[in-house]
């Protein structure tokens, strides 16, 4: 079964630094892989996607990710937080072959200090 | 945009009640999803339907919880009775069904039982 790890529970950072979420699958097959970004008392937004076209992902608000096969890895970053990317973010993956489910990893949350 | 709403946004009811929370998926998109978000346990998915259809429920406490999709712009859950265990944030999520995977949330229904 796929399974999406997440590395930290709770991440800081100071504004102006770099932002490094990091997400790791479980998977003999190249999953199709998504971060979102859950805001405070909202639902969660598709931040990027990956489905094999590009390795490297670019999403909204400066957000990009890099699938790493040999890796096994997804992870999340931006060259420099601001306060608005206070949240917390979730890296999902699908397995594909027509399963419409997506498993999610349990979130980091993202603190910006300023 | 196109976007999911869910309806009542904020309910609050004593137990034993009926509860009903309502989604519009987006226009076009023939996947949905019902997701329960607590602090302890985190996301949970519910139940899935593709084109109405109810895919996989075993996520959902079979004894009081039943979701429907009466036609392809509605999508209902119902919990009765409601118990205390059950406050949290319910989500609905649509997807487009293609062989990109990804979903889109809705703003969720927080469901308060008392």
């Known amino acids: 079964a796929q399974s999406v790890t997440q590395l930290g529970s709770h991440v800081s950072v100071s504004e102006g630094a770099l932002v490094l979420l990091r997400c790791n699958y479980s998977s003999s097959v190249p999953p199709y892989l998504f971060w979102y970004v859950q805001y405070p008392n909202q639902g969660l937004q598709l931040l990027l996607k990956?489905?094999?076209?590009?390795?490297l992902v670019k999403g909204i608000n400066g957000f990009e990710a890099e699938f790493k096969k040999s890796e096994t890895s997804f992870h999340l970053t931006k060259p420099s937080a601001h306060m608005s990317d206070a949240a917390e973010y979730f890296c999902?993956?699908?397995?594909?072959?027509?399963?419409?489910?997506?498993?999610f990893g349990k979130g980091t949350k993202l603190s910006v200090i300023p | 945009d196109a976007r999911v709403t869910q309806t009542p946004r904020h309910k609050v009811t004593e137990m034993g009640q009926e509860v009903t929370m309502r989604c519009q998926p987006i226009l076009g998109h023939n996947t949905v999803f019902w997701y329960r978000q607590t602090m302890m346990q985190g996301l949970e998915l519910l139940a899935y339907f593709r084109n109405r259809a109810p895919l996989d429920d075993s996520g959902m406490p079979k004894d009081r919880f039943s979701a429907e999709m009466p036609d392809a712009t509605l999508a209902t859950l119902k919990i009765q009775p409601s118990e205390p265990r059950d406050s949290a944030v319910y989500f609905c999520?649509?997807?487009?069904?293609?062989?990109?995977?990804?979903?889109?949330f809705g703003p969720g229904t927080r469901l308060t039982v008392t």
């Open positions: 990956y489905t094999s076209a590009a390795t």
């Open positions: 999902a993956a699908s397995s594909g072959a027509g399963s419409y489910q997506l498993t």
């Open positions: 999520a649509s997807g487009p069904g293609t062989l990109t995977y990804e979903q889109y």
